[in-house]
Structures are given as structure tokens and as C-alpha cells.
């Protein structure tokens, strides 16, 4: 519109320049030779269709506006007089709303990295309402209003405390992650086509693996003396479990449950068709399945043995694992080489169990 405005006010000039050296009689004739143009348009051409642009609004009222009302009402123009003292208005009125206009409407937006504190806050205090919030905010010498919380949360789609405090198996498992055990059968078939029935157990805390042995027939006095063992090695390990999760498959005697409650280990059954009740063990049971038995012909029990005994070795000495930062059950994660040793980086590969297992290490 500014350009256009201009573009008008530079042209109209240049014609006025060329009025300059018109006589007042020459003046006189083109006037009355552009009302009779004008009067033979406006026989043709509807008034009321008649549309000006908002450039041609503002030309006309800068050069109307300073005639008296009675010139204005004189002249044969295409709309009322009051039509052009409007627009004039309205031009006045957007001057002064631009004029007035504050550079920064509103409140400040918040700084990022608070956002970001105060996302943090809340997935990892799903309790927490934005007051909570707002109040653990102030405690860090960060000032914001608990509205401005409020907002950011209600911007993310996240629910109040209440509908977001209850608490998921996933949140529960790593919450009491250092007094839970797991347990489960496994079941696979060796080259001799007894099926053969695997008891593992593994800690939540640093998952480590204890696999109590392999049989035929999992009857219920092998079964209990499985469960000794394993009270046994877990008072030399020192180990202070407190719960065992476990399903609800028959094999495991009734007994079983009475020797870990006189250990001080309480028994927690899932539930029926809730896997993720016992995801831990569940988990370690497809890695011992795609790592070792799908890739071993295990002969016969005797073999299936020393394969899982080589493979436990492997997992709670080697094997890293993300939810412990790439760590070991029982070896600590390695620091980081320096650039002089990446430089001279020489490595040597140990194998198990034929090579199907492969450990890497830094040669000496």
C-alpha cells in the first residue's frame, strides 16, 4: 500500500508541475472538459459498483481534506463528501494504533533451558503438580510465576498430577530394582529330542544371571534343591532380596515358596497375561535363545550345561548392557581410551564355545 501510495503522490506531482505554466483560462477548459468526461461515465457505469483501492482512499482524502465542506459538496465526485472525511479518519486511526503499539505485546517468553527444567521435573516426578513444580523452581533461585508452569505444562499435553501419578510395572520394576529377583523355566529341545527344561534367575539391580540348572523333569525336589542353592549363593554374595517374581506355571512347588519366605524372600506372581510384569527375565530369555540356542546344536544335556554355563560366564562378565551404560553385570564400564592409545589401537578376539560366543579384548 506505501508503495502504491507513493507511486500516486510522485505522478500527481509531475501533473501539477505541468499546470504551472497553464493560463487560468486553459485551466478553466480542462476542468470543465473533465466534468462532462466524468458526467458521460457516470451515465454508463454504476455508481455504486464504483471501488476504490485503499491507496486511492488515502491519495483522494490527502488532497479533499483541507477544501471546505461546501467545495467538497461543489465538486462532481463519485461519493459523498462524508465518504472522504471518513477515510480520512481511518487513516488517522491506523497512524496513531501503529504509533502506539507496544514492541513487545505481552509477557516475555521463558527462557529455554527453564522449559526444559521444568519438563525434566515432571517426567521424572510424575507426583508433581506445577505447583510442586513451581515450588522445587524457587528452591534453585529460578523466579517464575506457577502460572507460567502451568502453561508450559498445559502447552506439552501433560495432565495434571493426578491422572499421571499412577504408577506403571515399568516405573514400579526400576523403583525397587535392588531388592527383585526373577525367575523362569525355559524350555528347548537337544539333538536327542528329550526336551529339556532350563531355571534361571536373574537381579533387577545389576542383572546379573544365575542359571540353577537344566533337567528332563523338573520335579518338585529338584526344583527345591534349585531354590537352596540359590539362598545359598545369594547369602555369600551378599545379595539383600527382598522380592521374587515368578509366574504361575505348576512346576514350581509349594515348597519353593516356603523356602525363599524363610529366607526373608517374599513370593509376587504376575499376573495372567501381563508380560510386562516380569519383562526382565523375560528379555534375558530371548537373548539366550537368539544368541545361543538358536545358533547351537546342543547334543544332549551334558552339552546343553557347559553351553549355558560358558554362555552365563559370557553375560555377567562381558556382555554390556544399556540399562547399565554399556556395563557388564560384574564388570565395571571401561573409561575412555586417550587419543594416543586409539592410535595404537591393537585388539585380540577370545572365543567360546567353538566361536559362537566372542569376547574382545585389548592385546597386551
Request: proline share 6%; net charge positive.
Amino acid at each position: 500500500m506505501l508503495l502504491r501510495l507513493a507511486y500516486l503522490t510522485v505522478t500527481n506531482t509531475f501533473v501539477m508541475l505541468r499546470l504551472l505554466p497553464m493560463s487560468d483560462r486553459d485551466k478553466d477548459a480542462e476542468i470543465l472538459a473533465l466534468r462532462h468526461q466524468i458526467t458521460v461515465l457516470e451515465r454508463q457505469l454504476d455508481p455504486e459498483r464504483v471501488k476504490f483501492t485503499p491507496e486511492d482512499r488515502a491519495f483522494l482524502a490527502a488532497v479533499l481534506t483541507p477544501l471546505p465542506r461546501q467545495a467538497l459538496r461543489r465538486l462532481r465526485l463519485l461519493v459523498q463528501p462524508d465518504t472522504v472525511l471518513r477515510w480520512h479518519r481511518n487513516l488517522i486511526k491506523q497512524r496513531h494504533a501503529h504509533t502506539c503499539r507496544p514492541k513487545r505485546p505481552g509477557r516475555p517468553p521463558t527462557v529455554h533451558s527453564i522449559r526444559t527444567l521444568i519438563l525434566r521435573l515432571v517426567h521424572e516426578n510424575p507426583s508433581w503438580g506445577y505447583r510442586r513444580v513451581h515450588g522445587e523452581l524457587a528452591t534453585l533461585g529460578i523466579k517464575v510465576a506457577a502460572s507460567t508452569v502451568w502453561e508450559i505444562l498445559k502447552a506439552e499435553g501433560i495432565d495434571p498430577a493426578p491422572h499421571r501419578s499412577n504408577t506403571t510395572w515399568a516405573g514400579f520394576l526400576r523403583s525397587q530394582a535392588e531388592v527383585l529377583l526373577a525367575c523362569d523355566f525355559i524350555e528347548t529341545v537337544p539333538l536327542t529330542g528329550q526336551r529339556q527344561y532350563i531355571l534361571a534367575v536373574i537381579e533387577h539391580a545389576t542383572r546379573r544371571i544365575r542359571i540353577l540348572g537344566t533337567t528332563a523333569h523338573p520335579t518338585a525336589p529338584w526344583v527345591t534343591q534349585a531354590v537352596r542353592n540359590l539362598v545359598m549363593d545369594l547369602d555369600d554374595a551378599g545379595t539383600r532380596a527382598r522380592y521374587l517374581i515368578r509366574d504361575r506355571d505348576a512346576k514350581f512347588p509349594v515348597l519353593f515358596d516356603q523356602i525363599l519366605c524363610d529366607a526373608g524372600i517374599q513370593t509376587v506372581l504376575t499376573g495372567v497375561r501381563i508380560p510386562r510384569m516380569n519383562a526382565i527375565i523375560e528379555r534375558w530369555v530371548q537373548t539366550c535363545r537368539h544368541e545361543l540356542l538358536d545358533r547351537t546344536l546342543i547334543r544332549n544335556e551334558h552339552h546343553l550345561r557347559h553351553a549355558l554355563r560358558q554362555f552365563e560366564l559370557h553375560y555377567n562378565t562381558h556382555r554390556p548392557h544399556q540399562a547399565m551404560q554399556q556395563a557388564a553385570p560384574l564388570r565395571a564400564a571401561t573409561d575412555p581410551l586417550t587419543n594416543a592409545q586409539i592410535a595404537q589401537l591393537k585388539t585380540r578376539r577370545k572365543d567360546r564355545l567353538d566361536g559362537v560366543l566372542h569376547e574382545y579384548q585389548h592385546a597386551a
